[in-house]
């Protein structure tokens, strides 16, 4: 710090204004610290305001837990406690840090290393949120977006026998899309054996064949099926998503995963797509298009 | 309560928000029984010998040091712990958390979630409303230093600092108190404008408290930044200064009855505890003839640390809960 030389340059003409009861160096001392105040006042909102510039060019849109609200008020009420990290089954939710900006510990999922499979039955991360950042239903004031309203309760699966077999839910947090039709196995009409992933993959999942309460790495549920179908066969929604023969654009009939609309974007499609980059993805809030 | 020390209350709140502490100017401003013992302290020949008797025999304890960071360290394990081995019972982080079941809420972070999203949850309120009494009955920035995993980080950092500037290799670079202030109410309106809780971002006791618990990340090198100018630049700049939290807690703890209290005539006004003081504006009072009462209570600023109680080489300062000496 260059303070001795300040001492030396006290400026002689300043202290015929000064206040008779201050001397030049208290007032050398004053100035320095009231310049040393407005930097540390700079620094602190320059790291403040850092946190905006991942949100003004943000490349990837994070899937947020089921039950987020719209990100604006999800990212404003969430108070980053990570509760919903904590009760998920399956370790699905992870905290942002540093690059996500104003998101830093805010909670996201990433489909592909690990899904919600809604192993917990009842969306356990609604229910220990303390601010209604995850919400079953969204208060009045709060709008519903056009195509992001489920047109009925999704029936789980793995609860279709029991006597209430929907899960809690109003609205979808992304939806299901095939970005890349000519790597699918299903379209190839090719098989799939084996363990999907590989075998180093930690992604888990819930196998109502094996235990219905306990969810196995899918590295220990090796798979073979004559035509690819996982994406289908583990979907955890009824009626979210099937293989169909459809037209190719030559004429020619092809097999392919439809996604429909119950679909809720919980992400085991892409968790389970056994190519490498996924074929099938979810896209994180978006919303049905008819 | 005097009038003297009603004024003095007053005064001290001023003092939260970053104003320098009223000296009584005059005689009338001080008490008759205490003008007596400042009157006698100034006259009395054997308090030299006195003051050496008392160095001698005080026992310079780290009890409420000790005590202290045992809670602080056990507080933000068990919410590690909780997690880790799948316990469940303190869930969440110091942001947000559930103890056996019962929401707790930081004040400050449901501010500035309520001002960033303008509505307000009933969970929040709930886990506010527990949290607030809690504070109020511990002593409002008890929060800081009994619980804050930044302030434990911070007082060890301060010991390096200090052993540096015994050194001469670095100095204080002391500021405006009232930058925190200033602070509370930039980050309470960028909240409010961008609805986003800007000041979460870079809060070091949220970043830490999560780090603790689901594992570190990029955002504590914010922490590590903070923690290396206040070694080298500034002692304890982010609380004394900067933290918002801070200044919330310490508007709870106005009107909290626990706090520390001030004897005036065992006091030799060495200044030891303000040496060790986060917070030494709200030990004025122990200077050589400023104390307007003969026994004072310290302001709502101090964090109840104790670090003064445990330094006090006559035992002049000590713990008291309001009320509770007349209730027994």
Redesign the interface.
Known sequence: MSDQEDDRQAPAGTTSSAAPAVSIAKRQTNRRRVLRTILLTGGVLGAAMSGFLPLVYAQKKRLRPPGALDEKDFLSSCIKCGQCVQVCPVSAIKLADLVDGMGVGAPYIDAREQACDFSCDAVQCILACPTGSLTYHKPDFLPVRNGAALAAKPILLAKEKDAEPTLNLNERIGVARLVRPEACLAVQGKGFKGQTRGPGFKGKMRYMAVDRWKPIPIAEHPYDVAECDLCASECPIKGAISIETVFAPDGSQRKSPVVHEPCVGCGVCEMVCPVEPTAIAIEAREVWKV | MSERLKRRFVDQIKVLFGWDPAKPSKPEDISPEAQKIHFYKKGNRDLIEQKLHARAHAEHGNKWRNRRWATLIFANLLFAVS?ALDIQIL????????FVGF?L??LN??LQ?ML????I?N??LI?TGTVLVLWVLLGGRTFCSWVCPYHLLAEWAEKLHLFLAKKKLV?D????RR?RT??WI??AL??LA?????????SPT??LS?AL??GP???V??VLALLF?EVFF?RR?WCR??CPIGLTYGVVGIVSPLRIKYKLDGCFHEGDCRKVCLVPHVLDTVIKGRAVETEVAIGPDCTRCGLCVDTCPTGSLTFEVKGLSKLM
């Open positions: 997690f869930e969440g982080a110091l942001t947000a958390s559930r929401h809420i930081d972070s449901a979630v960033a999203h303008k509505h949850i969970n929040l886990g100095t670079q002391t500021m405006d930058l200033v602070f930039v980050f960028l909240a961008t609805g986003y809780t800007v000041f979460e971002a870079i949220g970043i999560r618990i689901y990340g990029l955002a090198l914010w100018f500034s700049a200064y900067a």
